[in-house]
């Protein structure tokens, strides 16, 4: 059983400024108490192409499984290891994040992909943010009431900690564009 679903949202704020807002996510003290849920994130490799133009960074991220109590008992483990691989494309105004788990393999698979492009009805003033994720409940695929259950319950966490990480990404955007003025004023 596979629990796969997709969100599509818009932010009223030019490309460039949504995708700093991106790498600032994870780095700031107040996000840090808001997205609770991330409790490392270390960058493994960072790489800049100058004749592609793109930069492909590779992070850490350790957070607190998503899934029900009773199974962080089970398997005796309430932290999960993802690895990160993000591809900036200068050239196209893309950004990619591939997120996938290291650890609980055997058990869970979970895949979330990101992507943050210009808006097609206005490109210099928004941009669009495609998420698409997949759980699969590996060993419990026999008993596929629990199965689904499982994967219910992770879905309905990603959903809730993707909204918390929107909101993180909107008040970032709003401070990133207050210090623009700031600093077109000074000029």
Same mark, same amino acid.
């Given at each position: 059983?596979?629990?796969? *679903?997709? @969100?599509? *949202?818009?932010?009223?704020?030019? !490309?460039?400024?949504? +995708?700093? /807002?991106?790498?600032?996510? &994870? +780095?700031?003290? $107040?996000?840090?108490?808001?997205?609770?849920?991330?409790?490392?994130?270390?960058?493994?490799?960072c790489k800049f192409d100058p004749k592609s133009q793109k930069l492909c960074t590779t992070?850490?991220?350790?957070?607190?499984?998503?899934?029900?109590?009773?199974?962080?008992?089970?398997?005796?483990?309430?932290? =999960?290891?993802?690895?990160?691989?993000?591809?900036?494309?200068?050239?196209?105004?893309?950004? @990619?994040?591939?997120?996938?788990?290291? =650890?609980? @393999?055997? &058990?869970?698979?979970?895949?979330?992909?990101?992507? *943050?492009? #210009?808006?097609?009805?206005? #490109?210099?003033? !928004?941009?669009?943010?495609?998420?698409?994720?997949?759980?699969?409940?590996?060993?419990?695929?026999?008993?596929?009431?629990?199965?689904?259950?499982?994967? @219910?319950?992770?879905?309905?966490?990603?959903?809730?900690? %993707? /909204?918390?990480?929107?909101?993180?990404?909107?008040?970032?955007?709003? *401070?990133?564009? /207050? $210090? %623009?003025?700031?600093? /077109?004023?000074?000029?």
């Open positions: 059983m596979v629990k796969a *679903y997709t @969100q599509e *949202y818009i932010y009223k704020h030019p !490309w460039e400024r949504v +995708t700093s /807002a991106s790498w600032r996510k &994870f +780095t700031d003290h $107040e996000n840090r108490r808001i997205l609770d849920h991330i409790l490392e994130v270390d960058t493994l490799s992070r850490a991220v350790t957070l607190h499984f998503p899934g029900p109590w009773f199974i962080r008992k089970i398997i005796g483990q309430d932290i =999960c290891h993802c690895i990160e691989s993000t591809t900036v494309d200068a050239r196209s105004r893309s950004m @990619q994040l591939i997120s996938r788990n290291v =650890c609980l @393999q055997n &058990f869970i698979e979970v895949e979330e992909k990101i992507r *943050y492009d #210009p808006h097609p009805d206005n #490109p210099n003033g !928004w941009t669009i943010c495609r998420q698409e994720t997949s759980i699969h409940m590996k060993p419990l695929s026999a008993l596929a009431s629990i199965a689904e259950m499982v994967e @219910q319950r992770c879905a309905e966490k990603v959903v809730k900690n %993707s /909204a918390t990480g929107r909101e993180v990404m909107e008040r970032i955007c709003k *401070y990133l564009e /207050a $210090e %623009s003025r700031e600093i /077109a004023l000074e000029s």
